[in-house]
């Protein structure tokens, strides 16, 4: 191995050479490559041209590299060796000292000192000639370039050749940026890349940045619904900025008009969705207290994608009171969450003394939390949280445990009770299974049909239930068995002997136990007229909202719940007045004109089908006319018609497109059935034909056999 002086000294030769020749190469190869790219450039276009001298920028950059790493250990011998004082002993400084004899090892270090005191310059000398045969075939090529024809693609840089036609001359879009900014909540980084397409979160910043070849002299954005957002040129781009509120599709256009306009470009809008609320304590939606319970636990978690707000809204209303005389009081608590912001925790432990709750009364807790979406943040509530206190004489019960049995109370929920448990039934639709939905809806049908019985009582209806057996001889023993549903003390007289026992066949006990002919003066004239049909009313809306219930559809019992409501606080606010019984007073019989068969003066009885709504036929129309070939179709009303009814089509936006497509190309086929094939979907369902009768059996055949026979004339 050399000495240290030695070995620096021949690296510093080897290096320098290396670098001329690395220059020598470049020097050359860039001229060259440089008229290349302008040459494909002019034949391919832009995109093609930067393509192309990229590609030869890194070709010489490799060749040149290649050339340099060629210089190695035995080309420096070689050249060291070239120059007479030394003597041909380079290869002595690349040897290892210990396999060299002493005399070698002194012609070594004469060596040595001789390269320190003349270090000799083995760099190469600049090939001129070389360099200038290159620089001449690069000219060469860039005037190819220059005189290459021009086409619509790749318009002339000279101003003065008017050989092509104009369409020449129209601009062409060579460069495309679009970048994407989403909203600032939302934490999520910038995008960008050359694709025009675009699917963003609601409320992002759009910057596009266009180039053209040659220059317009205006430009914009032209969108299907007709909006136009303006280019703006500075230098050689053009830029435009957007909000993204709404999908669209949109094309780039100029002045003069683009020589190739190119298809339209999709923006998706991607709707940032609401908070999500979970109830982690209670686990049911109803909570029975239990006896002398102080506190009441409440904890729930909020969730989104991008994050919730620190704090959340709990609202406590409290009821007190029964039937439909129930007082509400609201109040508002703030709550602070923890845990991350994407899936936050609140708690609350309500003191029900400090609510000022009594026995019997209810509290509803509902919490309400918030996005940190801007400007505007969506709210989102979970379902209502309802706890019942016991009343007092379940309390009483509750320390008896041992010593009485336990019976339920008789009672019965209030109409707005039951709209309020309907409602709270709707809500947990999406977290119960079919089954038990379906259970708790029979339930709350089962308290909107005891309310209906107890509403009924006033208006002398029955109570429902089964049939009772004949009155016998022995009626006095059964009399306190008897469990039906209509007792005695339903709220009216039942009459009957005066010593409480019916005798079998008397005409008046039979009409006093069975048609409870309700002629007391108390009971028919209980409520005025007016009152009565409003009870009526109601007791009917009733009945549908019981039938919805059962159905285990309370959605629909809900408009039936409050109509019945409503019809009740009319009756409430009814005065209570009494009326003497009076006969019907009906209109006297026209004598004259009975059993002659005139129909003078009636009106038209018969029952008319109602016409059916044929919907609007746009969709229908513009689909048959597709399915002809060179048929008129008005693309416009068509999209006047998608701009109206959006929800009626899969996706809005595909449609769109297509309209687009045809308006532009209409002798394309393909385009026809494209569109027609994307109008499928909002055609109106045609209407199921009427049931088929059922084959005649044997009997039937006979009588249809008969009447179809040919009737022979009697003689």
């Known amino acids: 191995m050399p000495t240290q002086e030695a070995g620096v000294s021949t690296g510093a030769l080897l290096r320098s050479a290396r670098r001329r020749t690395w220059l020598i190469a470049v020097t050359g190869g860039m001229p060259v490559a440089a008229a290349l790219g302008l040459l494909a450039m002019r034949v391919a276009g832009f995109d093609a041209g930067s393509v192309a001298l990229t590609l030869a920028l890194l070709a010489v950059a490799g060749v040149a590299t290649w050339r340099a790493r060629r210089l190695g250990t035995r080309w420096l011998i070689a050249r060291l060796n070239a120059h007479p004082h030394l003597e041909d002993s380079a290869d002595l400084l690349f040897a290892k000292p210990a396999m060299l004899n002493p005399l070698q090892q002194r012609q070594r270090a004469r060596v040595e000192q001789r390269l320190r005191e003349s270090p000799p310059d083995l760099r190469p000398r600049w090939p001129w000639p070389c360099l200038l ?3 001449g075939l690069a000219l060469l090529i860039a005037a190819a370039a220059l005189l290459w024809p021009r086409t619509a693609a790749t318009p002339s840089t000279r101003g003065g050749d008017t050989a092509t036609p104009a369409a020449a001359k129209a601009p062409a879009v060579r460069g495309t940026h679009l970048q994407i900014t989403p909203p600032a909540y939302t934490g999520q980084p910038t995008s960008s890349g050359d694709a025009l397409d675009a699917r963003a979160l609601q409320g992002s910043h759009l910057h596009w940045q266009l180039h053209f070849s040659p220059q317009p002299r205006r430009a914009w954005l032209q969108f299907h619904d007709g909006r136009q957002l303006p280019l703006q040129r500075e230098g050689e781009h053009w830029q435009a900025s957007e909000t993204l509120q709404r999908p669209g599709l949109y094309r780039i ?8 306009a190119g298809r339209a470009y999709r923006l998706d809008v991607v709707a940032d969705k609401p908070p999500q609320v979970k109830v982690l304590e209670p686990a049911q939606t109803l909570t029975q207290a239990a006896p002398r319970q102080r506190q009441w636990q409440l904890r729930f978690e909020a969730s989104d994608d991008f994050g919730v707000s620190a704090t959340a809204t709990l609202d406590l209303t409290t009821a ?12 508002q ?8 912001a994407t899936a936050r925790r609140f708690a609350h432990a309500a003191d029900l003394a ?43 019960t509750s320390d008896l445990e041992g010593a009485i049995k336990k019976v339920m109370p008789a009672y019965f929920r209030s109409q707005r009770q039951i709209i309020i448990d309907a409602e709270a039934l709707l809500k947990q639709r999406n977290a119960l299974d079919a089954d038990t939905f379906a259970k708790r809806s029979d339930a709350i049908g089962v308290d909107q049909r005891i309310l209906r019985l107890r509403y009924g009582q006033f208006l002398g209806e029955e109570a429902e239930g089964g049939a009772k057996p004949p009155p016998t001889s022995d009626a006095h023993d059964s009399k306190d068995e008897d469990d039906g549903d209509h007792a005695h003390d339903d709220g009216h007289d039942h009459g009957g ?8 066949g008397s005409a008046t006990d039979v009409l006093a136990e069975y048609g409870h002919t309700h002629d007391h003066a108390e009971a028919a004239t209980l409520l005025d007229p007016q009152t009565r049909a409003i009870l009526k009313a109601a007791l009917d809306q009733m009945w549908q909202s019981e039938g919805e219930l059962r159905q285990a559809h309370p959605d629909k019992a809900l408009p039936f719940a409050y109509k019945a409501l409503g019809f009740i606080k009319q009756v409430q606010q009814a005065e209570r007045i009494y009326l003497a019984r009076l006969g019907p007073q009906l209109p006297p019989i026209d004598m004259a004109r009975r059993m002659t068969g005139k129909r003078d003066g009636l009106g038209n009885r018969g029952l008319r089908l109602p016409p059916r709504d044929a919907g609007d036929a ?20 068509l999209s006047r018609w998608l701009d109206a009814h959006p929800q009626a089509v ?9 309209i687009d497509e045809l308006r532009r190309q209409p002798d394309c086929q393909a385009c026809r059935q494209r569109l027609r094939e994307q109008l499928w979907p909002a055609l109106q369902r045609p209407l199921a034909p009427p049931a088929r009768r059922d084959a005649a059996d044997a009997l039937g055949r006979r009588y249809l056999d008969a009447l179809a026979a040919p009737r022979e004339n009697p003689r």
Do not use: H, M
């Open 133 to 135: 045969a290159c620089f």
């Open 253 to 260: 256009a100029s002045e003069p008009a683009l020589a190739d």
């Open 320 to 331: 007190k009171g029964s039937g439909e005389n129930i007082d509400f009081q609201q109040r």
């Open 333 to 340: 608590l703030t709550l602070a969450g923890s845990g991350p």
């Open 354 to 396: 400090a609510l000022g709750i009594d026995p019997g009364d209810e509290v509803v807790a509902r919490l309400t939390v918030r996005d940190n979406r801007a400007p505007q943040p969506q709210e989102a509530r979970s379902p209502g949280l309802i706890l019942r206190l016991p009343s007092e004489q379940e309390i009483q």
């Open 497 to 504: 002997t005066a010593g409480g026992e019916t005798v079998f």
């Open 618 to 637: 746009t969709p229908a129309r513009a689909w048959q006319a597709l399915a002809t070939r060179d048929a008129p179709v008005d693309l416009d009303i």
């Open 650 to 658: 899969p996706d809005p936006l595909d449609v769109a497109a297509a």
